[in-house]
């Protein structure tokens, strides 16, 4: 277990943003991006609340590390690190997209190691049934029709889309990340503990019946809470879905005091 009185920092974890509140947030980014994309919400958070965003290797501080392509390994080995870095107290994770795939997966699995399970997962923009994956032979294709699927979602700035050099460094993150959401096959696995979830009104890649799946994968499905907007709504809503998830997620550690 972790030392809670130390700054912890590594490199699958950014650095807690403050050691000593008593309940912990895990942050698990989408495809393509790193932990940076939640760092708006630290600011946001209530005092008690101590937040670490999740990187990935191939990105960000880790560009030189080879991805992942398969989500069994991610799983199996951040499943390692996550309950190394553990202590006493109650936390909570939360994804969007991708990072929903990988919060959920690793709940069943520390559970099925008998672990600690969080005390609440947070869905964004993802759901075992209904959302659109593409198969893993889609993917086999010219990096420019990975970029224009990109620009189609809205995950790419006009900036990165125009520079050319910065492309050429995203597009084997982004092409190993879809190969992990394509590798995945549900089981129908169900985790131990509450389920929130979030969803927008014009999000190509999630049907719109997607999220009721939750509801059979967990002993409490708190609901789905619907935005406006796109694939990528977390970022026009991150006030919004960051009150919700900390009012429920602070309710939910109390309870397991």
């Known amino acids: 277990m972790a030392d809670r009185t130390a700054p912890v920092t590594g490199r699958w974890f950014q650095a807690e943003s403050d050691p000593d509140a008593p309940i912990r947030l895990f942050l698990f980014h989408y495809a393509g991006s790193g932990a940076s994309i939640y760092r708006e919400w630290l600011p946001l958070l209530p005092a008690d609340v101590s937040a670490q965003s999740v990187q ?7 560009l030189r590390e080879q991805p992942f392509t398969e989500i069994g390994p991610l799983i199996d080995e951040l499943a ?59 993917l086999d294709v010219p990096e420019d029709e990975i970029v224009e ?20 460094m995203m597009m084997p993150t982004m092409r190993a990340d879809l190969l992990v959401c394509a590798s995945y096959q549900d089981d129908g696995a169900p985790v131990p503990c509450p389920i929130v979830s979030y969803s927008a009104t014009t999000d190509p890649l999630v049907e719109p019946s997607a999220m009721v799946s939750w509801a059979s994968r967990t002993p409490e499905y708190l609901g789905n809470r619907v935005f406006p907007g796109g694939h990528f709504f977390l970022h026009q809503e991150t006030l919004s879905i960051t009150a919700d998830y900390v009012r429920l997620l602070r309710r939910r550690a109390g309870a397991s005091g």
């Open 80 to 138: 390692d690190e996550i309950e190394a870095e553990l202590d006493d107290r109650p936390f909570g994770f939360f994804g969007h997209c991708m990072g929903s795939l990988l919060g959920y997966r690793l709940a069943t699995e520390i559970h099925r190691r008998g672990g600690p399970s969080p005390v609440l997962l947070g869905a964004s923009a993802w759901a075992p049934v209904g959302f659109r994956t593409p198969p893993v032979e889609q």
């Open 149 to 168: 699927w990109a620009r189609g979602l809205g995950s790419l700035p006009e900036e990165i889309l125009k520079d050319r050099q910065t492309l050429d």
């Open 56 to 62: 990935l290797p191939g990105r960000q501080d880790r």
